[in-house]
């Protein structure tokens, strides 16, 4: 049974930088997509970044490039999200979420949450001063 475990998150004033982890176990193999999405209060969930645990494959979205680095521990299975220059908008629940392989899914669907199978509970991240 594949878990996906979020830690790494909340309250820290605009500017600053926190460091998401998700913990993955019960895979069969070692081959999928792992992806970051977030749901602020009243919106939609969206894609945030993505990487592929073969190849290291990476995406981002708009809204976090230059700002937000997604990186793997293989040995570990951790997928972390690093994310500095914290914005007030950026105040939502950061989830992760596994898939297939990522080169299996089409580039404008990378961050889509229907590609994803499995995912986790959440962790907070509050961005205010």
């Known amino acids: 049974q594949v878990q996906l475990v979020e830690s790494g998150g909340g309250l820290v004033q605009p500017g600053g930088s926190l460091r998401l982890s998700c913990a993955a176990s019960?895979?069969?193999?070692?081959?999928?997509?792992i992806g970051w999405f977030r749901q602020a209060p009243g919106k939609e969930r969206e894609g945030v970044s993505c990487i592929s645990s073969s190849d290291g494959s990476i995406y981002y979205a708009n809204s976090v490039k230059g700002r937000f680095t997604i990186s793997r521990e293989n040995a570990k299975n951790t997928v972390y999200l690093q994310m500095n220059s914290l914005k007030p908008e950026d105040t939502a629940v950061y989830y992760c979420a596994v898939g297939p392989p990522l080169r299996g899914i089409r580039l404008l669907r990378r961050l889509m949450t229907s590609s994803y199978d499995y995912w986790g509970q959440g962790t907070q991240v509050t961005v205010s001063s």
């Open positions: 019960g895979f069969t193999s070692d081959d999928y997509a």
